[in-house]
Nanobody, 124 residues
Framework: QVQLVESGGGLVQAGGSLRLSCAHS????????MGWFRQAPGKEREFVGI???????RYADSVKGRFTISRDNAKNTVYLQMNKLKPEDTAGYYC??????????????????WGQGTQVTVSS
């Protein structure tokens, strides 16, 4: 059974940092792109960023320069380092895997497997 488990969420003041982790059960996922999404109450799930197996990354404009995705393939883990957090970053954060090569990456439907999410709350 495929598992993606996020951790690292919590409450932080504006301007602070958090690092989210996403541990996955399938070593083969190291060959595919892994992304992060977030969803605030009453809003649609939105793209945060993606990291491909080759190391390339893309980020949403709203987080560019503040968030960084990294991977530790030896640990089957992907990280989302979040700096300079703002209250508008408050949301549930989800990691996801493209189980095969995809031409697109910015929509939830472009991903095959999802974690259960971890909550990030940024106070002003």
């Amino acid at each position: 059974q495929v598992q993606l488990v996020e951790s690292g969420g919590g409450l932080v003041q504006a301007g602070g940092s958090l690092r989210l982790s996403c541990a996955h059960s399938e070593r083969t996922f190291t060959n595919y792109a892994m992304g992060w999404f977030r969803q605030a109450p009453g809003k649609e799930r939105e793209f945060v960023g993606i990291r491909w197996s080759g190391g390339g990354t893309r980020y949403a404009d709203s987080v560019k320069g503040r968030f960084t995705i990294s991977r530790d393939n030896a640990k089957n883990t992907v990280y989302l380092q979040m700096n300079k957090l703002k209250p508008e970053d408050t949301a549930g954060y989800y990691c996801a895997v493209q189980g095969a090569w995809r031409a697109y990456w910015a929509a939830p439907g472009d991903y095959d497997y999802w974690g259960q999410g971890t909550q990030v709350t940024v106070s002003s």
